[in-house]
């Protein structure tokens, strides 16, 4: 059975980092496409990361600078790299590969 994990959240200072980690388990085809979500308190879920074709990075403005996607090693692996977080960070953090269904999240909290 096709199996989405997200993993790596938690509770942190500001100015503190946290990598998230998503895998897809079970899969058997490579993944080329990958969203990174954060459905902050009150507002709608956003895109903050992307990898698009040619394992191009893309970035929300306000995440710019102090967040980083990667691809992992394994296969259907990828990582968000956070740092110098900020409260308004606070959400849940979703990771959302090319026709995967939504996964529970990682609650990421930042202490202001």
């Known amino acids: 059975q096709v199996q989405l994990v997200e993993s790596g959240g938690g509770l942190v200072q500001t100015g503190g980092s946290l990598k998230l980690s998503c895998a897809v388990l079970?899969?058997?085809?490579?993944?080329?496409?990958v969203d990174w979500y954060r459905q902050e308190p009150g507002k709608e879920r956003e895109v903050v990361a992307s990898?698009?074709?040619?394992?191009?990075?893309n970035y929300a403005d306000a995440v710019k600078g102090r967040f980083t996607i990667s691809v992992g090693s394994a296969k259907n692996t990828w990582y968000l790299q956070m740092n110098n977080l900020k409260p308004e960070d606070t959400g849940i953090y979703y990771c959302?590969?090319?026709?995967?269904?939504w996964g529970q999240g990682t609650q990421v909290t930042v202490s202001s």
């Open positions: 990898i698009i074709q040619g394992d191009i990075p």
């Open positions: 079970g899969f058997a085809s490579r993944i080329y496409f």
């Open positions: 959302k590969p090319t026709r995967m269904k």
